[in-house]
């Protein structure tokens, strides 16, 4: 069964720090792995999406990691913003007969505070 | 450029009643699809529509229809509500990886 599983599952960390989280996944066969930002009460919106040949990819402060080897994907988060407070979601998409099967994590909640 | 847009924000609804929730998007893309996201359950796919007249299942289709007669707009119908499907609804819109999610409609049903 096709499983993503991200930790932790909630963080708390000062406004200017850095943090990192983590996503493993059994999902197979890979086709490609996308990091989502989603705020309280909105939609998730992408970050980051890589495939099997990508292992970084950066949007801003945003830097995906993925060792397709190992099955793992982190998100590090550089000098943290009040505004980065909101659920990190990493999303695993396998081929599946023609289209691609989608699979959801459920989330890491970060909160940065002052 | 709307992006992808949900109505109604907000509902509530008495168990047996029935509802459409709309979705549209203005970006042109061919597959759109449902998901509901639950307390510590990652997003569900409940429906899928590949382009105009084509609809699909997904993980959670039961108690939900779909219609795709327009690639504009992707309604969701719940036939009769039911306390289990109290939830969040996002619709979306994808044009190859990239997907963009709809603002989301919060679903109580009492």
């Known amino acids: 069964k096709n499983q993503v599983e991200q930790s932790p599952q909630s963080l708390i960390i000062l406004e200017g720090k850095n943090c990192t989280l983590q996503?493993?996944?059994?999902?197979?066969?890979?086709?490609?792995l996308r990091w989502y930002k989603q705020d309280t009460g909105r939609g998730p919106v992408s970050l980051t999406i890589m495939t099997f040949s990508e292992n970084t990819k950066s949007n801003g402060r945003y830097t995906a990691t993925l060792d397709a080897d190992t099955k793992q994907s982190s998100l590090h988060i550089t000098a943290s913003q009040l505004s980065d407070s909101a659920s990190y979601i990493c999303v695993v998409s396998a081929n599946s007969g023609g289209y691609q099967k989608v699979t959801f994590g459920i989330g890491t909640k970060l909160q940065v505070i002052p | 450029n709307a992006g992808v847009t949900q109505t109604p924000k907000f509902q509530v609804l008495k168990t047996g009643q029935s509802m459409t929730l709309q979705c549209a998007q203005d970006?042109?893309?061919?597959?759109m699809s449902w998901y509901r996201q639950d307390p510590g359950m990652g997003l569900r796919l409940i429906h899928y529509s590949v382009g105009a007249g084509i609809t699909d299942q997904g993980e959670v289709p039961n108690g939900y229809n779909v219609s795709r007669s327009t690639t504009e707009d992707f309604p969701l119908r719940l036939l009769s509500a039911a306390p289990s499907q109290t939830s969040v609804y996002f619709c979306a819109s994808s044009e190859g990886r990239r997907q963009y999610f709809g603002p989301g409609t919060r679903l109580t049903v009492t």
């Open positions: 970006m042109n893309h061919e597959y």
């Open positions: 996503c493993n996944y059994t999902v197979s066969p890979f086709s490609n």
